[in-house]
């Protein structure tokens, strides 16, 4: 299994530009997430979806959106990139549940010039 | 609100045991008590979890209080290669992870 994959693994971008992230888990899990982390500080949730179809905000939304159109891919997309989503991404897919662990990605690399 | 407190860094000597605190003194019943870690440059990595007995696996021991207000994760030979931030969280049904700042890990060799 090669678990959770994100492409692509570094980018830079000119502010206003826009891109799409890709998430693909092999795992058949239903739960999937989207987290960014700055410099020095823990992740926070972006979007996350509890199945295919399904999408919900999570803590820091704004100037992102997302799609789940199939169980095991989950994109980010940022449809005007600014200076302040420069940032690492990461991807993570669980069974659901208190019980379940998150299983990550390797991260993208974003810088937004 | 990460809703846990945890030491901003520690530090400890290769070979020798570390317990990494973690305060969480509103826990609910149902919560579980999930402890990730995530190295140098990658993504987070689930370390172990436990709801109220202690836990233990290949990686680490999950010590819980009895009053589950508090909880310990017990490495019990740190290496280099445990050097890494420590995320103390907890989860409740569906909810996705809250990850606080954690607790940096420093081992000297």
């Known amino acids: 299994n090669a678990g959770v994959t994100q492409t692509p693994k570094f980018r830079v971008l000119k502010t206003g530009q826009s891109m799409t992230l890709l998430c693909a888990q092999d795992?058949?899990?239903?739960?999937m997430y989207w987290y960014r982390q700055d410099p020095g500080m823990g992740l926070r949730l972006i979007h996350y979806s509890v199945g295919e179809g399904t999408t919900a905000k999570g803590e820091v939304p704004d100037g992102y959106n997302v799609s789940r159109l199939k169980k095991q891919n989950f994109l980010l997309g940022l449809e005007s990139a600014a200076p302040s989503q420069t940032s690492v991404y990461f991807c993570?897919?669980?069974?659901?549940?208190?019980?379940?662990?998150?299983?990550f990605g390797p991260g993208t690399r974003l810088t937004v010039l | 609100d990460a809703k846990t407190t945890q030491p901003n860094s520690m530090e400890s000597n290769e070979e020798e045991p570390v317990h990494l605190p973690c305060n969480h003194s509103t826990i609910s019943g149902t919560d579980y008590i999930h402890w990730y870690r995530q190295l140098p440059s990658q993504g987070p990595e689930y370390v172990i979890h436990?709801?109220?007995s202690n836990v233990n696996n290949r990686m680490a021991s999950l010590a819980i209080a009895e009053d589950r207000k508090s909880s310990t994760l017990i490495l019990h030979r740190a290496t280099l290669r445990d050097a890494a931030v420590y995320y103390c969280i907890r989860c409740s049904g569906n909810t996705p992870l809250v990850f606080g700042k954690g607790t940096r890990l420093s081992v000297i060799a």
């Open positions: 795992m058949n899990h239903e739960y």
């Open positions: 436990g709801l109220t």
């Open positions: 993570a897919s669980s069974l659901g549940g208190a019980y379940n662990e998150q299983f």
